[in-house]
């Protein structure tokens, strides 16, 4: 399996992210991100690039639209034993990501607070975290996906170990966890919508 050369870094739970990020740097890996994930690491002093610059699309629709392009998904489904693949996203510019960091807006968090507004639980309903999450596990022989802020340290230290890559088996695992967790986060939404006459 290839190192693991790229991550898109994009989370709503930050804990203990600024770390990992920097351990990923040390280990080689070019930090791509967006909005908060970026400042708070910019901030720290991590060396990353904005989304928005390597897509050449600004974020829009007041931060509703980030990673919805192309360049992101083509990065993320490329598969890199496919000479098709590699042939079509060197045409089009695209590079690959080898890894997602990604945890999802906080929805049932804020639908459990009492008296939100529907309107506030709609703008907590993450689109560009699970189609992310989705495109990078079904492709997971090539891309590692990290939804759970715990596994941190256990990705670095076999990423330390397996000279900057994880194994096929921990991929998996990984991606199992992605689609056990988009199901969970689905139905909170569906079941939300089902009980309330919305605005």
């Known amino acids: 399996m290839p190192k693991i050369k790229r991550?898109?870094?994009?989370?709503?739970?930050?804990?203990?992210?600024?770390?990992f990020a920097k351990a990923l740097?040390?280990?080689?890996?070019?930090?791509?991100?967006?909005?908060?994930?970026?400042?708070?690491m910019r901030d720290a002093g991590v060396k990353v690039k904005d989304v928005s610059d390597y897509?050449?699309?600004?974020?829009?629709?007041?931060?509703?639209?980030?990673?919805?392009?192309?360049?992101?998904?083509?990065?993320l489904l490329a598969r890199r034993g496919n000479p098709k693949d590699m042939e079509d996203i060197k045409e089009y510019g695209i590079e690959l990501i080898d890894m997602i960091v990604v945890?999802?807006?906080?929805?049932?968090?804020?639908?459990?607070?009492?008296?939100?507004?529907?309107?506030?639980?709609?703008?907590?309903?993450?689109?560009?975290g699970p189609t992310m999450l989705r495109s990078a596990s079904k492709n997971f022989k090539d891309v590692a996906v990290v939804t759970d802020n715990n596994d941190f340290d256990?990705?670095?230290k076999e990423m330390k170990a397996n000279k900057g890559d994880l194994s096929y088996k921990t991929r998996l695992e990984l991606a199992r966890k992605v689609f056990r967790l988009t199901s969970k986060y689905d139905n909170a939404i569906a079941d939300y919508l089902s009980k309330t006459a919305g605005e």
């Open 55 to 75: 897509t050449g699309f600004p974020e829009m629709l007041d931060g509703r639209l980030k990673t919805l392009h192309p360049k992101v998904h083509g990065g």
């Open 154 to 156: 256990n990705v670095i």
């Open 25 to 40: 740097h040390s280990l080689g890996v070019e930090i791509l991100s967006t909005g908060g994930t970026a400042k708070a």
């Open 103 to 128: 945890n999802l807006y906080p929805f049932e968090e804020t639908i459990a607070r009492p008296n939100v507004k529907f309107s506030e639980a709609i703008e907590n309903i993450d689109i560009g």
């Open 7 to 19: 991550a898109i870094i994009s989370v709503s739970n930050k804990n203990g992210v600024i770390d």
